[in-house]
């Protein structure tokens, strides 16, 4: 398609999405604009977007689409800033932001329901910035949107999207804040207070942050992403929040008393119906928090089997994104486990070290 892009905000996801418009639409013209002027050089140095705009006043009347990436509190500002401005009659806005109520009930408010269709790709990182971004991000990934109700306009955005090969599924903004609170900003609020519970106690047992170099390194990966986007996800979605805390901490008293009372058969079935529910989630598809295909290799403790194993990964020309060992385990084997970028690298991975090596390969 052709015709002008905006995207304010040019961090991972703006970026992100600057690359997959560009590859499926060559012919579009994508200015980047950014409150931080170095990211917005890198934008343009990395060539992820043609221009940097320079006064979004000035160049909004010419976008036929406008991607608002900036964290959620600014995205309500920029709603408002384009509101003020004599857009084209068939501009489509749209936005990426992680909550979509307050965001639907501002756009409603500034009378823009013929423009503006929210969305939230359920794809990304703990890591900011352009930098980060990549033309893959999406893939496979769901790509939730809480339109209002122009249903050639919801088509057109899904054109535009196309790139991303992720899956448009439409929701209600309430329906949406209920499930990403659920299944992924309570996660990260219990993330984040798991490491501040390792850090209280490094001082007097300094072994922990070695020992937390395995499991609990990747369970408490989300607690790095950016402070600043998650304290505006965080008050976005308060009341939710608020009220999956509230259960959380009856959980917790009820396992407080399964202790005092030494009840094993209860604190058998607190494991047990938790992990009934884990067991059947599906592996394949993206979730929320990106899984990074990971694959454990269980190898033997020997120097030199972790160039022995990624040579064989070379022979095959499978690309990995990330290897490391976990360290904790006690007996003779250690696991050795290796990210990739795609599910077929890792399908391919597998074939590979099962041909090669008698080592057990499990995905986790
Ligand atoms: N990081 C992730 O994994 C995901 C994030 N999101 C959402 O996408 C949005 C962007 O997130 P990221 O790209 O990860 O953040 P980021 O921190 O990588 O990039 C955000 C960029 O927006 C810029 N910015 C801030 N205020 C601005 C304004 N008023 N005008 C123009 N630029 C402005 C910042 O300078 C920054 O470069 C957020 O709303 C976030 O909730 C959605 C899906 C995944
Ligand atoms: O780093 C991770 O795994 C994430 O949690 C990614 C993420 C962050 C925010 C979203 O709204 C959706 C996905």
Redesign the pocket.
Known sequence: MKGNIII???????GSLALCLKREHPEAVIYG????KE?AQLAKALQVVDHICEDLAKAAPLADLIIL????S??I??LSFLKSLSLKKDVIITD???TKEQIMHHAKKMNMEGSFIGG??????HK???AAAKDILFENAFYLLTPFEDKAKIDSLKNWLRGTRAQFVEVSSEEHDKMTGIISHFPHLIAASLVKQADRHSASLPLISRLAAGGFRDITRIAS??PE?WK??TLHNDQNLINMLETWKSDMDRIIMMLKNNDEDDILDFFQSAKAYRDQLPMKAKGAIPSYYDLYVDVPDYPGVISEVTGFLAEDRISITNIRIIETRADIYGVLVISFQTEEDREKAINCLQKQTDYDVFIP
Request: aromatic content about 0%.
């Open positions: 304010a905000g040019l961090g991972l996801i703006g604009i950014d409150t931080n990211q990436a900036a964290p959620v600014q995205t500002k920029l990426t932001g992680s939230h790709p359920m794809a990304g990182s900011s910035g352009v992403s950016s986007m505006d996800i």
